[in-house]
C-alpha cells in the first residue's frame, strides 16, 4: 500500500521554529515529486514548496521564502520542511504528496498523486 505519512507538527510560538516529515512506504521516492501544501480553515489550499526527484530544484511560495527549506533523503526515504521564524499565520495542516516525474524541475501545482493525511502546526503570537 503506497503510504506518505507526515509528522513533527505542534505547537510552537511565533519565531520559533519546526521541522516536518513526509516517509513514504509501499513505494520508492526517488523518482517523485515531493510537494508541500497548507490548508487553514476557511482558507484554500497553498502549495508551500517543492522539490525535484533528485533534490536538485526547489520552489517556494513568496509567503515563505527565506524562512521555509525543503529537503529529502531519499535513502531513508523521506522528504522534510524546515520551517524557521514562524508567524500565526503560518498556523494550518500541512500536507505532503508525490508525483511521478524524473525531471529537474518541480511544480507546487503538478497532478500530485498521493497525499499524506496531514500534521496540524499552530503558531502562537
Known amino acids: 500500500q503506497l503510504q506518505l505519512v507526515e509528522s513533527g507538527g505542534g505547537l510552537v510560538q511565533s519565531g520559533g521554529s519546526l521541522r516536518l516529515s513526509c516517509a513514504a512506504s509501499?513505494?520508492?521516492?526517488?523518482?517523485?515529486?515531493i510537494g508541500w501544501f497548507r490548508q487553514a480553515p476557511g482558507k484554500e489550499r497553498e502549495g508551500v514548496s517543492c522539490?525535484?526527484?533528485?533534490?536538485?530544484?526547489?520552489n517556494y511560495a513568496d509567503s515563505v521564502k527565506g524562512r521555509f527549506t525543503i529537503s529529502r533523503d531519499n535513502a531513508k526515504n523521506t522528504v522534510y520542511l524546515q520551517m524557521n521564524s514562524l508567524k500565526p499565520e503560518d498556523a494550518a495542516v500541512y500536507f505532503c504528496?508525490?508525483?511521478?516525474?524524473?525531471?529537474?524541475?518541480?511544480?507546487?501545482?503538478?497532478?500530485?498523486?498521493?497525499w499524506g493525511q496531514g500534521t496540524q502546526v499552530t503558531v502562537s503570537s
Open positions: 504528496a508525490a508525483y511521478a516525474y524524473q525531471g529537474t524541475r518541480c511544480s507546487r501545482s503538478g497532478d500530485y498523486d498521493y
Open positions: 509501499g513505494f520508492s521516492l526517488d523518482y517523485y515529486v
Open positions: 522539490i525535484s526527484s533528485s533534490g536538485g530544484s526547489t
